[in-house]
DNA sequence: TGAACATATGATTATCTGTTCATATGTTTA
DNA sequence: TAAACATATGAACAGATAATCATATGTTCA
């Protein structure tokens, strides 16, 4: 039963397995493959998003939404200890969302990107709207 | 050494483990209490992220950008099989991402946000400056 | 109705990721 | 300079997650 399926298939096509025949609207698969992103882009995209995808680093650009903040402070605000916050910081660096400056033994973190509170609006907003 | 430190935290600390004394910038840190939305809906935001930050969905909500799209068309342009995309597709249908309607065989699914287009625009807009 | 097809889904597995622990680095101050 | 402190970081472990495989569901058509 299934194996005559994937004969049949295995005939038919050399790309990607999707279907077993060609259910592809042809035209239309043609048309967005010719106007899709570099792939590397793409993965850019992801990995940014990746980064806002994690409650701890939200809370951290939350609090870092009105002023700057130590390490220190975040940690307190957020409940967690000293190392947890500062490996987040890390990533947010790397992702350039926050930059640092240093105060004598202290860090302070602030938002770095025009486009951080713009997406977190975004992102409220879509889940606020799935609450109903 | 380590231990001195600990005993003074235990002694002054009941909060979380955040700095061995107070370094704490309290007015600053009251003040962003008091601002803090509810963590349901920080954790619903960091939520709405995760489902962008994957380079399968990603991919997914941009070949759905001009037009809708069966899953076998976005197999093939994807040039992943058929199951994955079907659960990716699932994902972002349960994140209302995507809706879908019935065309006999075929299940056409399409961007359901008016977000989406938005959301993409700025992790674009972001990903492509990290580049320089 | 049964065969063929398009999609969905549960289970499994390999990989990725966030937290913790221990410790290192770098700054201040007595 | 040495102690105290604020932060950073490497290693390890636990939990999350995406792709795959096998199979189930639901539709069409002869």
Redesign the interface.
Known sequence: MKEINQEVFDENRT?????ETF???EE??D???S???DDE???????????????T???IL??LH??E?????I????????SA?SHQLRVLKQ??LVKSRRDG??IFYSLD?S?VR???S??????????V
């Open positions: 790309e990607a397995e999707c279907c259910c592809v609207h239309t698969v048309k967005v493959k106007h899709m992103p882009l793409l993965d850019g995209i992801a990995d940014t998003f990746k980064v806002f995808g994690d409650k680093r939200i809370k939350y609090v009105s002023s903040l130590c390490v220190c402070d940690a307190q605000l957020l409940d967690m200890n000293q916050i992702a350039k033994k202290s990107d486009h713009t997406i977190l975004m992102g409220m907003e879509h889940a606020m709207e799935q609450e």
